[in-house]
């Protein structure tokens, strides 16, 4: 069973930016379709917020799109994603996952593999 693990969460001020990374626990592991960022707020249900494919097609949440930008390198097996001009409702905590259900980008959290989560908190 393959766990992935979320690094480079936390504490920022509005405007400042951060950079997540997510690593598979078996390194022999890497997606066969898609891996995803999702973020948690207190309270609620996970939410989508950006995929990449193997076709290297990214897809982001209108709330974040311009403003963060999903990657990956497939020869270190890391996703990441570069979050620029935090906001104060940006604080979450954010997990990546791999490998969509349907094979295809989803916003919606059915995949298979998936990390603890990062904190990250952005200040006013």
């Known amino acids: 069973h393959v766990q992935l693990m979320e690094s480079g969460g936390g504490s920022v001020q509005a405007g400042g930016s951060l950079r997540l990374s997510c690593e598979p626990s078996?390194?022999?592991?890497?997606?066969?379709?898609?891996m995803a960022w999702f973020r948690r707020h207190p309270g609620k249900d996970r939410e989508g917020i950006a995929v990449i494919c193997n076709d290297g097609v990214t897809t982001y949440a209108d709330d974040v799109k311009g403003r963060f930008t999903i990657s990956e390198d497939k020869f270190k097996k890391t996703l990441y994603l570069q979050m620029t001009n935090l906001k104060p409702e940006d604080s979450a905590t954010y997990l990546c996952?791999?490998?969509?259900?349907?094979?295809?980008?989803?916003?919606?959290?059915?995949?298979?593999?998936w990390g603890p989560g990062t904190q990250v908190t952005v200040s006013s």
């Open positions: 078996d390194e022999s592991y890497w997606s066969t379709n898609c």
């Open positions: 996952a791999g490998d969509s259900w349907s094979n295809e980008a989803t916003m919606e959290p059915e995949y298979n593999f």
